[in-house]
């Protein structure tokens, strides 16, 4: 028998259940340059008293901070925190003025090409004195100059004066605020090698070497790298960008509609978007991106939705029908009146949450952001031992590393033409050595590790429909082993048929549904609309009913005509003291195997007959399932219907019988959940719920992965991990597919920036020194460095070419 659930939760209802004791503040944070710099502005923002949770995101110089509700002013605690970060060297401001963010948004890739136009002036600057110092080596013979030691001492003060001043002032700036950066690293290396081949041109009877070329090649390499993952990391953000993108400027307000001047087209003033208010018309010609979310209330035309769902077929829009802000209307002029505005639409909604996903982290993450909180004060040490040990250990210990030979790294341009076996100081050996491991040392790629793959991820998420809500989301769908699906509107289509009307009394049919629509039309459910619908297709009217009484789960009852009607399960019926013959439960147990939903109706204390409804499958649960089988998932059905139902649509979906849990009303599905996560049904599973977000919001809740079919409310994107913007079953199992691919884009990028650490800096170190006589030279060290950031960003960006 039929558990009737309970009446739907209305958005409003849902929304209220909001956790309401913090809200975010966004500030816009700049100069961040490594997960060094990411630890040190987290630390900055988590000692003000009033912040209960910080996120900062490397890759989108993001900073998400969570503070308690009603204790200080938001937008003063914002200014204060941003006036904080542009002190210590980030210079950050609140996202909160809507002309900023107006302005942001109208052109969302200036910032992008200012920042590249600034790097690439940079890099050519280096690259020019990168091709001087070059030539010398194999052009000197030609230009004599070239080969000049006074020359290549003037090529490195250049520079490190024009390309390398901002990363020695920024180093600099980031050693007195005691949080020591990459660039930190790379300009005291820099001005090191510098310094030392200064004292030796300046000290010529020190018979140390000058190697002014290093400077002047870590630069370059330096620059180089960051020009590339600079690009990269706009490729990367490219999906979010074009998001923001869509969101309209203009709107076009009709002043007094009226169906006449709406066809003459007069009457009509253009507007900012934002300025639209909630019940204005507005005008949207073919071409026009739709303003703001609203209702069809004159024409119709085909509207472009693939910005939302992915789905690149045209919908037909008609008057009455919904339309969503940034989907483009193609094919006739319609008058639209506006629902929601400003923040409120959907495809504000949208934005909002891939934002936030982009900041959120995966717990994978913490080891890396725990190392880069001390690793340029341990790279420093690894410095500081390696010259001491080299200095008064090494040289001595092997005293043939103090005689260069031809084929080692550390020779350069300058030792060539003074002599082929140079005897040289152990000082100076310790402080190449030194200076390698300062240069080497990368905590870019630590930072950039997640929130790269995040960024790819999440927007390419949004392009197809799918929005995941972050980095923790990824991991635990990782870890999925189990996949429980609600049945009614989520495996079946959701729009359920009355199939048949049996009544045990002298009731004609069409009274006994009579009865059940007077009594549905209290709540709202596919089963009461199936009623509904029914009652109206036979012409039917629907007599007055009072006294509405819904028991979730169990039924519902009301007063009609002065008789108390009862629709419900047959513990429902026993409640109120209705018995039930054996005959009745045989016609009930056949009906139910059929696969039907079956609904008893009482009329006092007589049951006077039955109503079965049958829902279809969706065309894709089939493959679905299957889908996810093959990828390793146990699949099981959580219904409230009777357990020969939902065996019926198990056996359409090749499920066994283990593999249905029937007979559990809403209010139960969650503690159900529950018991499957810590074992008391089996063993422990981490489980991800597929529902649709509005009646399933607790068991999504409760589930380690929620993912909720798009229902248009702002419900599911508070409840789920997951939304499925389009109404595809499919989608569940690109979305898993999806959040796993990026979730092994992080983990790759981990081991490539730990490994690179790990095996980089003993080389830098001389580890291999004493026995191969290999070493890496500073430059050598810097252009390694640079192709690590490179390379993470790059096999971030290769997500891109994922296809399930």
């Known amino acids: 028998m039929q558990l009737v659930p309970e009446t739907k939760l209305t958005p409003e209802t849902a929304l209220s259940n909001r956790d309401t004791n913090s809200e975010k503040i966004i500030l816009d944070v700049g100069g961040m340059k490594c997960a060094g710099c990411v630890k040190a502005v987290e630390r900055q923002l988590t000692q003000h008293p009033d912040v209960k949770n910080v996120c900062v995101n490397l890759a989108t110089e993001v900073a998400v901070i969570e503070a308690e509700v009603g204790a200080v002013d938001a937008d003063a605690l914002a200014q204060a925190l941003a006036q904080t970060l542009t002190a210590t060297g980030f210079p950050s401001q609140p996202r909160t003025a809507k002309t900023q963010a107006g302005k942001e948004k109208s052109d969302p890739d200036a910032k992008q090409r200012q920042e590249m136009q600034a790097a690439f002036q940079q890099l050519v600057v280096a ?159 073919p071409g026009d991106k739709i303003p703001v979310d609203g209702e069809v209330r004159f024409g119709q035309t085909t509207v472009d ?111 060539h ?58 991991e635990k769908v990782h870890q999925l082993n189990t996949v429980v699906f609600d049945k009614t509107g989520t495996l079946t289509t959701g729009n359920p048929t009355v199939t048949d009307c049996l009544p045990f009394t002298d009731l004609e049919p069409s009274s006994l549904l009579q009865l059940a629509a007077a009594v549905e039309s209290g709540t709202y459910h596919p089963l009461a609309k199936a009623i509904d619908q029914e009652a109206k297709r036979l012409n039917l009217s629907i007599p007055h009913a009072v006294d509405f009484h819904t028991e979730p789960g169990m039924g519902v009852s009301a007063v009609v005509e002065g008789n108390n009607v009862l629709l419900g399960n047959w513990e429902w019926l026993n409640w109120h003291g209705i018995t039930i013959s054996e005959t009745t439960q045989e016609h009930a147990q056949r009906l139910a195997e059929q696969g039907k939903t079956v609904i008893s109706v009482a009329v006092g204390e007589n049951l006077v007959g039955l109503i079965a409804v049958s829902d ?39 499920l066994n019988s283990t593999d249905v849990m029937a007979g559990i009303p809403p209010a139960k599905k969650a503690s159900t959940i529950q018991a499957l996560q810590t074992g008391e049904i089996s063993k422990t599973t981490s489980v991800a719920m597929v529902g649709d977000g509005i009646n399933d919001a607790p068991a999504l809740s409760q589930a380690d992965v929620g993912i909720a079919l798009h229902s248009g409310t702002d419900v599911a994107m508070e409840t789920a991990e997951i939304i499925l913007m389009r109404d595809s079953l499919s989608d569940v199992v690109e979305s898993i597919q999806l959040s796993r691919a990026t979730f092994n884009k992080i983990r790759q990028n981990l081991f490539w920036a730990f490994a690179y650490n790990t095996i980089g800096i003993p080389l830098a170190a001389g580890v291999l020194l004493p026995h191969f006589g290999f070493v890496l030279s500073p430059s050598s060290a810097a252009a390694l460095m640079a192709f690590s950031s490179v390379s993470v960003v790059t096999n971030s960006i290769l997500l891109r070419r994922f296809t399930h």
């Open 127 to 285: 690259f020019v004195l990168l091709l001087f110092s070059g030539i010398g080596h194999f052009g000197g013979f030609i230009f004599p100059i070239l080969n000049n030691i006074w020359f290549h001492c003037g090529l490195a003060t250049v520079a490190l004066l024009i390309p390398g001043r901002p990363i020695i002032i920024d180093g600099w700036q980031g050693w007195r605020r005691g949080a020591p950066n990459m660039n930190t690293l790379i300009g005291l290396g820099s001005l090191t090698a510098y310094i030392a081949s200064l004292v030796a041109l300046l000290f010529p009877q020190m018979g140390w070497e000058c190697f002014f070329d290093e400077p002047v090649m870590m630069l370059g390499f330096i620059l180089l790298g960051r020009t590339l993952e600079k690009q990269a990391r706009g490729r990367a953000a490219s999906a979010f960008r074009q998001l923001l993108a869509l969101q309209p400027q203009i709107a076009r307000l009709i002043v007094n509609p009226d169906s006449e001047k709406l066809v003459a087209g007069a009457n009509i003033i253009e507007i900012p978007a934002e300025q639209v208010r909630v019940g204005e018309w507005l005008q949207v010609l």
């Open 305 to 415: 939705e693939s910005m939302l769902t992915g789905e690149a077929v045209p919908v037909m829009k008609q008057p009455g029908d919904a339309v969503a802000a940034g989907t483009i209307n193609q094919s006739g002029a319609i008058a639209i009146q506006a629902t929601r505005t400003g923040d409120d639409t959907t495809l504000a909604h949208i934005v909002a949450l891939v934002e936030t996903a982009q900041t959120r982290k995966a717990p994978v993450q913490k080891l890396a952001d725990t190392v880069a909180g001390y690793f340029t004060y341990g790279v420093l040490t690894a410095s500081l031992l390696t010259f001491l040990f080299w200095y008064f250990f090494g040289t001595h210990i092997w005293p043939e590393v103090n005689i260069l030979s031809n084929g080692m790294e550390m020779m350069s341009h300058a030792a």
């Open 417 to 474: 033409h003074q002599a082929a076996n140079i005897q040289h100081s152990s000082v100076l050996i310790s402080l190449k050595l030194a200076i390698a491991v300062m240069v080497v040392a990368c905590p870019c790629a630590l930072g950039l590790a997640t929130p790269t793959a995040i960024l790819v991820g999440t927007g390419m998420g949004a392009e197809r429909g799918l929005l995941i809500k972050g980095g923790d989301v990824l």
């Open 616 to 654: 279809t499958l969706r065309p894709d649960a089939k493959a679905t399932v299957d889908k996810l089988r093959q990828m390793g998932l146990r699949v099981i059905i959580l219904s409230g219907d009777r357990l020969e139902a939902a065996n019926a649509i198990a056996q359409q979906l090749g």
